[in-house]
């Protein structure tokens, strides 16, 4: 398990609550029912990530538009190195992306998992039957 600030642990909770409308739709259309299991607003070191999943060692975060100004720009370069330091590997995903692609955003994290744990999904027999692949398949 990976240490984590505990006071963090409230605010992470607050934000399960209160996710956007994009983690809304990446949690309960895709990551909830993933055969490797996601997590989400989870605090680590002293971030809370959007979404994480220990197995493959992957945090996903979702960007909205505050991310593109320069200060978040070098902020989230500072958190994603930090986080990095701490062997995990990093995916940000652009709001537009879930709005506008998202069948393309599951593939890319399936990818990814597949890519960090050797397994992939689509050729699971876990996932085969189940609703997220069928979702994949019918667009």
């Known amino acids: 398990m990976k240490e984590y600030n505990k006071a963090n642990i409230p605010l992470a909770k607050t934000l399960r609550k209160n996710m956007t409308p994009w983690e809304r739709k990446l949690w309960y259309e895709f990551l909830r029912s993933c055969p490797i299991r996601f997590q989400r607003q989870k605090a680590i070191g002293n971030y809370i990530v959007d979404f994480y999943c220990a197995k493959a ?3 996903i ?5 505050g991310h593109y ?3 978040q720009i070098e902020k989230d370069k500072i958190r994603t190195k930090s986080l990095e330091n701490m062997n995990l590997k990093i995916l940000r995903i652009c709001n537009l992306d879930i709005d506008r692609n998202f069948k393309g955003v599951c593939e890319y994290i399936n990818f990814e998992v597949d890519k960090s744990l050797s397994v992939s999904f689509a050729d699971s027999s ?11 398949e019918r667009g």
């Not at 975060?61 to 538009?65: A, N, P, Y």
């Not at 039957?129 to 069928?134: E, F, L």
């Open 57 to 59: 060692r992957l945090i």
């Open 61 to 65: 975060e979702l960007d909205g538009g």
């Open 69 to 71: 100004t320069s200060e």
């Open 126 to 136: 876990l996932i085969r039957g189940s609703r997220i692949y069928n979702n994949l």
